[in-house]
T-cell receptor, first 114, second 112 residues
Framework: DAGVTQSPTHLIKTRGQQVTLRCSPKSGHDTVSWYQQALGQGPQFIFQYYEEEERQRGNFPDRFSGHQFPNYSSELNVNALLLGDSALYLC?????????????FGPGTRLTVT | EDQVTQSPEALRLQEGESSSLNCSYTVSGLRGLFWYRQDPGKGPEFLFTLYSAGEEKEKERLKATLTKKESFLHITAPKPEDSATYLCAVQAVGGATNKLIFGTGTLLAVQP
């Protein structure tokens, strides 16, 4: 059973560019959340997608946007990149049965903005 | 405001030297408290969920406990492979999602 997968593993971009990160949830999961983790910090909630809609957003600007597809996979888009956007971007998925509240994380995408 | 504080920030142990990590939380209503292990450059790995005060969970050398204000992760006779950052997170009741609020983690180093 494949866990949460993310692509790419690493990415280097220049200030002002745009980036798209991808996530496939664990089998049997229908909810996807995105987190940003700066070096030495805990993950910070960006937003969550369920039924192809954004359900809640953390304290992140509109430069951060996302999408969920009918197969539950998701994309995170960041426009007009800033140096401060350099971080590990984590995707987490939650089961559709709603019997538990755990979130399972992917390996992350390391984004470096120069 | 919901908040999680972890201590210590870093902990160095000798192999076999037991200790505890602390996670203090402030939340409007606790749905669950979660412990994760994170290795450098990797995503967090789920360890435990605790839902109510008095609950305890165990896995190998790790044991997690919960009170109304804090949680402890007890590490018994640690081995070098237990070296990692341990993250604590809470979920609040209500709201539209099951978002996690994380602490900054405890970096554990176990020396042979």
């Amino acid at each position: 059973d494949a866990g949460v997968t993310q692509s790419p593993t690493h990415l280097i971009k220049t200030r002002g560019q745009q980036v798209t990160l991808r996530c496939s949830p664990k089998s049997g999961h229908d909810t996807v959340s995105w987190y940003q983790q700066a070096l030495g910090q805990g993950p910070q909630f960006i937003f969550q997608y369920y039924e192809e809609e954004e359900r809640q957003r953390g304290n992140f600007p509109d430069r951060f946007s996302g999408h969920q597809f009918p197969n539950y996979s998701s994309e995170l888009n960041v426009n007009a990149l800033l140096l401060g956007d350099s971080a590990l971007y984590l995707c987490a998925s939650s089961p559709a049965d709603r019997l538990s509240y755990e979130q399972y994380f992917g390996p992350g995408t390391r984004l470096t903005v120069t | 405001e919901d908040q999680v504080t972890q201590s210590p920030e870093a902990l160095r142990l000798q192999e076999g030297e037991s200790s505890s990590l602390n996670c203090s939380y402030t939340v409007s209503g606790l749905r669950g408290l979660f412990w994760y292990r994170q290795d450098p450059g990797k995503g967090p790995e789920f360890l435990f969920t605790l839902y109510s005060a008095g609950e305890e969970k165990e896995k190998e050398r790790l044991k997690a406990t919960l009170t109304k204000k804090e949680s402890f992760l007890h590490i018994t006779a640690p081995k070098p492979e237990d070296s990692a950052t341990y993250l604590c997170a809470v979920q609040a009741v209500g709201g539209a999602t099951n978002k996690l609020i994380f602490g900054t983690g405890t970096l554990l180093a176990v020396q042979p």
